[in-house]
Every structure is written in structure tokens, then in C-alpha cells.
């Protein structure tokens, strides 16, 4: 019988997708309507076709109602098409990012060439994502959030 005696001091303290702390967060669970695998800590948008079904945003999604941030797992790489998925609708997560500036920033869509979607801290040739802000800045990377996808009455 052995014990462990070291411990990895260099390990990663947060992953994408990963909730960054213990707070109260409100976490749904919603099926993907799409072909191919969902990403940890992607932003997933309703499916017009039913409240329970999500997809993730193109071009044209509109992104002032978002559905959450998807969560991470620890018994899979990632969410597979037309799986059930736990998407944070409340909360605080860790994302990848583009160059973000200051904490409380806005956090933005910028959708790339082939249709994909990623995080921005850069107003220039995004979409605003109502409702979520930067917690941290970064020159590209790992950036945890705080969304709040709830709204309130129009």
C-alpha cells in the first residue's frame, strides 16, 4: 500500500466551463438540436422550436435573449449532438476569451469566418451578450464571467 506524498503545485485551478465559485447559480438542463458536439463553456441560444431544446448561435441568432453558458462535465470532452446539456443561466463560469481590458467590462460575440462564435471583450465587429460582464481582464485566454440571463419584464 502506498500513499501519495507530493502534490502537483503547478495543476490548472480552472478549467472552461467550470463554475469559478460556490455561490448560488441557476443551472438548467436543455437537449442540443445541433449535428456536432457542444463545447464546455460555450454560449448556447434557445431553439425557436421548443424552450427545452438549445443550439449554438450563427450570424444571425438574435442574442438578446440568451439560454446559458455551457458547463463543464467530468465524464465526457464534451456535449454530444442532441444530448442533454446543463447550461448556466445565473452565475459565475470560466470562458475562453479574446483580449479583455478591465474587469465589469461588457462581454461580446464575435462570430469568425466559418460560423463559430467566441467570446470578445472588443466592441468592433461583434454582438453585445446582454446580461453577462468580465470579471478579470486577459490578453487572450482562460477569463471567468458573470451572466445573468433572466432578463427582466419589457
Known amino acids: 500500500m ?3 506524498t507530493d502534490f502537483y503545485l503547478d495543476r ?9 465559485d460556490s455561490m448560488p447559480a441557476a443551472v438548467v438542463s436543455v437537449t442540443s438540436t445541433g449535428p456536432a458536439p457542444i463545447p464546455f463553456g460555450a454560449l448556447v441560444v434557445f431553439d425557436d422550436t421548443d424552450p427545452f431544446l438549445c443550439k449554438l448561435p450563427v450570424p444571425d441568432s438574435p442574442l438578446d435573449k440568451p439560454l446559458g453558458i455551457t458547463l463543464r462535465q467530468f465524464h465526457c470532452q464534451s ?3 442532441k444530448s442533454s446539456i446543463a447550461a448556466m443561466r445565473k452565475g459565475r463560469v470560466w470562458i475562453n476569451a479574446e ?4 474587469p465589469g467590462d461588457g462581454v461580446y460575440i464575435k462570430f469568425l469566418a466559418d460560423g463559430s462564435a467566441i467570446f470578445s471583450g472588443s466592441k468592433a465587429d461583434t454582438t453585445p451578450l446582454k446580461g453577462a460582464i468580465f470579471l478579470d481582464k486577459t490578453e487572450g485566454g482562460k477569463v471567468p464571467i458573470e451572466v445573468d440571463f433572466f432578463g427582466g419584464l419589457s
Request: proline residues 0%; hydrophobic residues 30%.
Open 2 to 4: 502506498s500513499m501519495q
Open 99 to 102: 483580449k479583455v481590458d478591465a
Open 79 to 81: 456535449y454530444e449532438a
Open 12 to 20: 490548472e485551478r480552472s478549467q472552461i466551463g467550470q463554475k469559478v
